[in-house]
């Protein structure tokens, strides 16, 4: 099954991503990953998208359409995957129908924008491996060290709360439209977000069976 997920940053996208995958046995597609691990690298495409990320913007379609095309040629996609944080513009969803990538469902995560802001502050990366932690809802066993990796947890920089505010109207503006892009093809359902993680996990799961 080829999934799309869909929501606002920080509606827990990622979080229900791995619980996909772990249900499902298929890998996840992070373009927002692939672009950090590329600017930590510092890869040619990682300074380009550098400058964009920090302020809360989208990186061009062209990168982003470019390293998505690469990943999803990969063995370990065949059997199916799930996209989170791309499609993130029209031109992106285009991309993919012009690609000929089939894409089954696509399901959008919906929290409201003040619980998000909410969210945003408590969250902490792994430096590492990129795992993702919450200092209330997913705290790491010891305080500030990744469970997975031991390497340092820290804010992301553009968790920082301005640069929150820019990414939701960033969302509202070129992301949010894909929701009828996909409803006129009949692929889109919403998933609740709910205050409990299972909660959402269940609703998530439900909704890619039905
Ligand atoms: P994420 O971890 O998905 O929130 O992505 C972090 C940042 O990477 C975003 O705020 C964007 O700057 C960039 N990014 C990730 N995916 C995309 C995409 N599909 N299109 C454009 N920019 C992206």
Request: charged share 30%; aromatic share 4%.
């Amino acid at each position: 099954m080829n999934l799309i997920l869909l929501g606002a940053p920080g509606a827990g996208k990622g979080t229900q991503a791995e619980v996909i995958c772990n249900a499902l046995k298929i890998p996840t597609i992070s373009t927002g990953n692939m672009l950090r691990a590329a600017v930590k690298d510092g890869t040619e495409y990682g300074l380009k998208a550098k400058a964009a990320m920090d302020a809360g913007d989208l990186v061009s379609d062209d990168i982003v359409i470019g390293i998505l095309k690469d990943r999803i040629a990969q063995d370990d996609c065949k059997g199916g995957f799930i996209l989170d944080g791309f499609p993130r513009t029209v031109p992106q969803a285009e991309a993919l129908d012009t690609m000929g990538v089939r894409i089954d469902k696509v399901v959008e995560i919906h929290v409201a924008d003040e619980t998000i802001q909410r969210r945003l502050s408590g969250r902490r990366v792994c430096e590492g491996c990129g795992n993702s932690y919450h200092i209330d809802f997913k705290p790491t066993k010891v305080e500030g060290i990744c469970d997975a990796c031991g390497a340092k947890t820290v804010i992301r920089k553009d968790d920082e709360p301005a640069t929150v505010i820019d990414r939701l109207k960033t969302y509202h503006e070129k992301t949010a439209p894909l929701k009828d892009y996909y409803a006129k093809q009949g692929k889109l359902v919403t998933v609740e977000g709910q205050e409990e993680v299972a909660e959402t996990s269940k609703l998530t799961l439900k909704a890619i069976e039905g």
